[in-house]
């Protein structure tokens, strides 16, 4: 009953969102990213985590942060880092956020799972990193980052708890696909594909070095993936997007043509309590969600309208396009 209870409330939220983008009113984010913490255990080289300001907030803060979530109409919480395991209450912070009614996802990559179980205690969904095999998965992301990994994913599958698992692809690993949906349908999860970012906060250097068609290919098999069934987590739109980016050397650009639904749907905040529109837009001034109202105090404006960044673009999909969608999203990334 109380998973129906939370479903609910996230389907209303999400139709509030959509309704206020449509008609430009004041935003009402139904989801919510919120990295626990930027500190990590791991230094995947396209990542700028290493690089951050490692201060967080203690759980007294989280607490009024999630109220404010609540406050704002908040029903989807993810928690990102970061590596959110890093962080000894993480079960404390996901069992306040179940108590303000939010689906929890954590985004987490699993290698502290063995030792620390119970830290994810209560989450909804869990979001994890397998960007293909040992070798390849282990030149992404360095020598550690593959230990244990399969062996959480089971229990946790076992346990009854989905995973998804996000292969951030770049030019070491396009030949990883097939591989990796096997792995996936033995392991009973699905996996999501998302091409490595450039500029913003991610680190300098990491565009891919490999032609655009390339990439444009690697998504058109990916949706011919997902269309014969296999587990294949990206939405078909999403697909379809990926596969006719122009230039994936540029991750993010301002098109005046077309509107952003950050910062109006979704929202993403910092492990200081810092909000942005979205985890790509770090590079913005921040409003302090501890201090003020986020729909006061944010100016309304995105410095991008288009992107490939893999979550951003599946909440556009379900805001800008909800009909056509969100049936589509639902079954790629709803709780099983």
Not at 52 to 62: Q, R, S
Not at 87 to 111: E, M, P, Q, Y
Not at 289 to 303: D, F, H, I, N
Request: charged fraction near 20%; proline fraction near 6%.
């Amino acid at each position: 009953m109380r998973r129906l209870v939370d479903d609910a409330r996230l389907a209303y939220r999400w139709a509030v969102s959509v309704v206020r983008f449509a008609t430009e009113a004041a935003p009402a984010p139904f989801s919510a990213s919120f990295a626990v913490t930027d500190r990590c255990n791991l230094e995947c080289g396209y990542c700028s985590c290493p690089y951050a300001d490692h201060t967080e907030l203690p759980l007294a803060d989280v607490a009024r942060l999630l109220a404010r979530f609540r406050e704002m109409g908040v029903a989807r919480l993810g928690l990102v880092g970061g590596e959110p395991m890093l962080r000894r209450d993480l079960s404390d912070v996901i069992a306040l956020a179940k108590a303000h009614g939010f689906v929890v996802c954590v985004n987490t990559n699993l290698t502290l799972y063995g030792r620390f179980p119970e830290r994810l205690a209560g989450a909804d969904l869990v979001f994890t990193s397998l960007d293909g095999d040992a070798a390849a998965h282990r030149a992404n992301r360095g020598a550690r980052a593959y230990d244990g990994v399969l062996d959480a994913i089971r229990t946790l599958v076992a346990a009854g708890t989905p995973v998804v698992a996000i292969c951030v692809v770049t030019e070491r690993n396009l030949d990883q696909a097939d591989g990796l949906l096997a792995q996936a349908e033995a392991l009973g999860i699905r996996v999501h594909f998302q091409p490595v970012c450039t500029g913003g906060p991610a680190p300098a250097g990491c565009a891919p070095d490999v032609p655009n068609e390339a990439f444009r290919a690697f998504f058109r098999r990916l949706l011919a993936h997902k269309r014969a069934g296999r587990p294949v987590a990206s939405s078909r739109g999403y697909l379809a997007h990926m596969a006719a980016w122009e230039d994936f050397r540029t991750t993010a650009l301002h098109d005046p043509t077309t509107r952003c639904a950050a910062g109006r749907a979704f929202l993403y905040v910092d492990p200081r309590g810092g909000a942005f529109p979205c985890p790509y837009t770090r590079t913005t001034t921040p409003v302090d969600l501890l201090a003020t109202r986020w729909e006061e105090a944010w100016s309304g404006e995105t410095p991008c309208t288009r992107c490939n960044v893999g979550p951003m673009v599946e909440f556009n999909l379900l805001v800008r396009h909800p009909l056509g969608a969100a049936l589509d999203v639902w079954r790629s990334y709803a709780r099983r």
